[in-house]
């Protein structure tokens, strides 16, 4: 068994345009997908996360660089002749046949004798828990019925790397939440690589061993949910992954994993964690999730604190949502998790009143700006 | 008395019958189909039981004798042959349009209005003109057999023109169309995920073609064959023109009693077996391909 399931190496892909000229949607992405992992690609549309995976199907060739397979370089092997398998967007199942045709057509392809055609396509359907089904056509499924016959054609084939693009786009949200834990479960008990696109980051969260955050045809970072969400290496990965409030300012000093950034509208020096690049001089961009920062009537400490003015609240149960304005008219978005049952009006803050800000210095990141 | 008057109105018995709010907005499809096939067919029902008249009247005798006279071994024989050219046609047509049609589906969206167009061009010109280029063409003197003798390949000049082979590539140049554009409309259907899933799941090309798109192409086909074959076996200009006058097919046939032997009631009932074996094959067609009225929509 080679090193890694999936390896791009420098990998580009160029599409030609209706103009004549060219349209780079991956580019120079070089990534290592473990055998047996849960590996998500997460960006907004047109980042190149379909693409990459279609050049892992063989949908797709390189313009330049590698693709590697379980450690063979794949080149211009089509996608008949790979040990992938593809859960389509679409879901594409064939119309004219019924479902146990549709899971079976793998195995034929495969010239597997009857009996065990049978009796696989039948294990597969228990699997998805659509064993009833088997003599209907597609159409008379629902979607998320039609999602998990997808799901067992593809598995049917035994994949190295079983290749899913938004596979539960066209779901509802109560589905989609249900499939999610599904799809995670079944990861595990089959134990296959799954490479997962979406551009849903709570998705991509919840199911991922790990993310690659993709953005212009780029790979920006890879890491756990939690790495990527507590140590976004840019603004963008920041930006796109939860909520953040960014502040801009210049580096003053760096010590180890210490920055001092001045933040120039607020007229404040934030001490905070720093990334790789940050040194003294640079301009620098602060980001802190809403959750982290805390709010008082007094400041909580002598450092990371600056006065702010609440201009709105919004209750929403687990939450209040406040946001502040400080000076600069920068503005700030927090959460306070509601810990507390009491009804006491006074216990809430109100807009217009003027409150401390509290960033804890191991809690906000800086990143180096554009 | 004026409300007496309004409990039988015409609005009155609509607001209040549903049966008759449908038959009331379908009423100009039915006028239509009434004055124009349900009569004129009745019409022809009726007049082949009858008989013909010394001067080429008809006569009001009811009688069997035309359906008889179909049995007899020269119509027998023409009728067999007009069921032959008409599976030939649409054999042909399928063969060659089928290509034709998948290329069209396939080719970039931008080039398939423009191919689509090229497909329809030939109807922009009367359709007896045409036949008559393809005289030009065909003739001993024609376009192909000066080509084909300047490039060597035959010395004496091929006799396609007034034979059986002529009729059916006139036949099959006047029907392709209407054997692409249904088929086009199937194929183009297809999606390109469709046949991505079966090349992923290890079909190659030509299996994807066996087992996705000539499957979902049936419609598409069954379709044009109906298209090409019921106006095919009618079809009297082209076996006239090209055929000269040594093939003659049911619709020569009809044409011929009606126009020059005036003998109507047996141009009636020709006309009657001509129908009734279209609807024959049609149906057991449609039915055998497992496809109902939906098909024809």
């Not at chain 1, 120079?28 to 190149?48: K, T, W």
């Not at chain 1, 054609?153 to 999610?180: N, S």
């Amino acid at each position: 068994m080679s090193e890694f399931a999936v390896e791009f190496r420098d990998a580009v892909k160029l599409f030609p345009t209706p103009e004549g000229g060219e349209v780079t949607a991956v580019d120079h992405i070089d990534l290592q997908i473990q055998h047996g992992e849960f590996f998500s690609l997460l960006g907004p549309s047109g980042c190149g996360k379909t693409t990459s995976l279609r050049m892992m199907a063989g949908f797709e060739w390189p313009t330049s660089g590698d693709v590697l397979i379980d450690g063979k370089v794949m080149g211009r092997i089509p996608p008949y002749q790979r040990s992938v398998n593809t859960v389509f967007q679409s879901y594409a199942l064939f119309e004219h046949m019924t479902i146990f045709q549709n899971v079976a057509f793998g195995l034929e392809m495969e010239k597997k004798p009857k009996e065990e055609i049978i009796r696989r396509v039948g294990e597969l359907l228990d699997m998805v828990k659509l064993s009833g089904m088997a003599k209907r056509k597609p159409k008379q499924l629902s979607g998320g019925q039609q999602q998990r016959v997808a799901l067992a054609r593809a598995l049917i084939k035994q994949p190295r790397v079983l290749l899913l693009d938004e596979p539960l786009g066209a779901l509802d949200m109560k589905l989609r939440k249900e499939m999610q834990l599904e799809l995670k479960a079944l990861q595990d008990q089959v134990g296959i690589t799954f490479v997962y696109v979406t551009h849903d980051q709570e998705e991509a969260l919840t199911m991922s061993d790990r993310i690659a955050v993709m953005s212009q045809g780029r790979v920006l970072q890879i890491g756990t949910p939690v790495e990527i969400y507590e140590r976004p290496n840019c603004r963008f990965v920041a930006d796109f992954i939860g909520e953040t409030n960014f502040l801009e300012g210049t580096v003053v000093s760096r010590q180890g994993d210490l920055a001092v950034v001045s933040v120039t509208k607020l007229g404040v020096e934030i001490t905070c964690m720093a990334g790789d690049g940050i040194d003294a001089g640079k301009k620098a961009v602060i980001s802190v999730r809403p959750e982290k920062i805390s709010i008082s009537q007094a400041p909580l400490r002598e450092q990371n604190t600056f006065r702010a003015k609440v201009v709105e609240i919004a209750y929403i149960g687990s939450d209040t949502r406040v946001i502040l304005e400080g000076t600069g008219n920068v503005r700030l978005s927090i959460w306070e998790q509601n810990k507390t049952s009491t009804l006491d009006p006074n216990s809430f803050y109100h807009s217009g009143q003027e409150i401390w800000v509290n960033l804890p210095p191991e809690n906000s990141l800086v990143l180096v700006g554009e | 008395m004026e409300k007496q008057r309004h409990k039988y109105s015409l609005i009155k018995v609509l607001r209040e019958n549903q049966a008759a709010q449908g038959l009331f907005l379908m009423s100009p499809t039915n006028i239509y189909l009434l004055i124009f096939i349900v009569f004129p067919l009745l019409l022809v029902a009726v007049l082949s039981f009858l008989a013909r008249g010394s001067y080429g009247e008809v006569a009001y005798r009811f009688n069997l004798a035309n359906y008889v006279r179909l049995f007899d071994t020269l119509y027998a024989k023409i009728l067999a042959y007009s069921l032959g050219v008409g599976f030939g046609t649409t054999f042909i047509s399928l063969l060659i349009g089928y290509p034709m049609a998948y290329y069209i589906a396939r080719a970039p969206a931008r080039n398939r209005s423009l191919l689509l167009f090229l497909i329809l061009l030939p109807f922009w010109t009367n359709f007896i003109i045409r036949i008559y280029a393809w005289i030009m063409i065909l003739r001993a003197e024609g376009f192909l057999n000066s080509f084909l003798q300047w490039t060597g390949i035959i010395q004496q000049p091929l006799n396609i023109l007034y034979t059986p082979t002529a009729v059916l590539i006139g036949m099959v140049y006047e029907f392709l169309p209407f054997m692409v554009l249904p088929l086009y409309t199937s194929l183009e259907k297809i999606k390109d995920a469709q046949l991505e899933a079966a090349a992923d799941l290890g079909a190659p090309p030509w299996k994807a073609f066996l087992r996705v798109t000539l499957p979902l192409s049936v419609p598409g086909m069954i379709a044009g064959t109906i298209l090409v074959f019921i106006p095919a076996m009618g079809m009297f200009v082209v076996p006239d023109l090209m055929g000269g006058a040594k093939t003659i097919l049911i619709g020569n046939l009809i044409r011929n009693q009606f126009l020059t032997a005036r003998d109507w009631p047996f141009g009636a009932a020709a006309s009657m077996i001509l129908m009734l074996l279209t609807m024959a094959f049609t149906l057991y067609y449609t039915r055998k391909a497992g496809f109902g009225e939906e098909l024809l929509v």
